[in-house]
């Protein structure tokens, strides 16, 4: 299957509002905030049109999206690499705008700012020299996730 060159999920919104609170809050649980993400937003009963992604039983390299309005096989990198970009772009972005003063006094012990700057400077790596370990590990653990959620939800429509 030939990729196209947009982003593979045609319902993404990279413009998605979370207030501010709950961002801050996914920061703080640095890289599990991508699966968190993930969950509150393709698995998430209260906004059924943007559950538009699961994985496919039959295949470990494929994922199941909604493109054109039909569910079709997308290869699995080419799909969360996309989906953990923007995802973690959106947390960048929140990073970069909150007032940095303020968010480090927010936290109960600097060794967690820390951790968050360490979180932000691997995706600032990945931008500046392509996939790491970090990455890596990244797309590994969403896809399990994303796995596991596709089960749980089938196995509820089975019921």
Known sequence: MPRSKKAPMANFDPTFCLPPDQLKEYLKSHYRSILRLIKTIYFNKQSPEKMNM???????????????????????????????????SKLYNCF?????QQFRAELTCN????????????????????????????????????TFLSKKQRAKIRL
Not at 60 to 70: E, N, R, S, T
Not at 124 to 131: I, K, L
């Open 96 to 100: 970069i705008s909150l007032n940095q």
């Open 111 to 146: 060794d967690t700012y820390a951790r968050i700057e360490a979180f932000m400077e691997d995706f600032r790596d990945f931008c500046n020299n392509g996939p790491n370990i970090a990455w890596n590990e990244q797309k590994r653990l969403a896809y399990n996730f994303i």
């Open 54 to 88: 699961r994985a496919d039983p039959n295949s470990q390299d494929k994922l199941i999206i909604i493109k054109d309005k039909h569910w079709v096989l997308e290869n699995k990198d080419y799909v969360l690499d996309t989906l953990i970009l923007e995802l973690w």
